[in-house]
């Protein structure tokens, strides 16, 4: 769950006007990071802006070089990895209930994505209010590439020997993990909540043969209409307009035509998954697929099957959230 946390920036005129040096080296990997500041009081990350991509991500260093690395991947849509209230409260997500939880025994990085400004906040997880780049930009191989080159370049400008490097997500951001799992041998714990297993068409399927509620020639219909607005969908794969289900046909046809548990099987990563048994956004039947799927091929995994929660971990109106995600973030740094 989002916690609650002081803002503490400090953007100096010589920074802004790109007249200062970081204190972090370049990398040879395309990899330019700018100093911004920081934000946060008690829970304080680095604020920094890749010239390369563009793109703004907040890192906060750990007690060592060798700590393990944990980066937190957000879910869908365009929102900041920061918001804030009309009073000025600001919220921080993943990233800093890890940082609050573990401290300095590890390193912490979050990136924002394409084109979306710190304390940016949309409705929802879709892409209604994203910019237009945002939804030009927002592809498996752009943000895939802004990742690996921060996640890289921070390694080698700090000189860093991570002992786990681990990807942890939430809906969206646990499949994202499981891609950077996939392109990153490096990667040694994937983490990821309401995730999925299988392809995203099967649970179109699975909701639509649900609203059926048992009739059959209902079902079959569904089914059929979910494979048509897929196939409709997919004739302009690379459009932006208009949006299906949310989001452009290129945002679907990028990110997802693979699976997690296709990807996962290109790793060598130990696995957490976490998977409310009430999710509505994303079925525990696609959880309890993954999980068979690496107990077949005999990986190392946890599966923490939530009993009445929610997507966002809420069981029985009790939010439990930053409990779920302590256990795992404790699991993976052993």
Known sequence: MKKEILLVVALTALMMLGGCTSDVKRASTGFSPVALGTIGNRIQFNIFRDST????????????????MIVTLQGSGCNSAYSRDEQGNVFGGLHTDAASHLGTRVSILTVEKPHVNMFFQNTGGSAQGCSEEFKRDYTRAQWSLILKTIVRGIIASYSLSPRHIIIAGHSEGGEMAAILASEMPEVTHVLMAGGGGPIQLSEFIH???LQANGDHIRETKAVMEALAGWQSMARHPMAISPLYMGHPARYWTTFKTSSPIENLRKSQAKVYIIQGTTDSASPVESADQLAAELTVEGREYVYDRV?????????NGEQRFNEIW???FDWAIR
């Open 207 to 209: 909701f639509a043969k």
């Open 307 to 315: 009993t009445g929660g929610d997507h966002g971990l809420t069981v």
């Open 53 to 68: 991509s563009g793109t703004t991500y907040y890192y906060r260093p750990g007690s060592s070089p060798s700590v393990p």
């Open 326 to 328: 302590a256990k795992a």
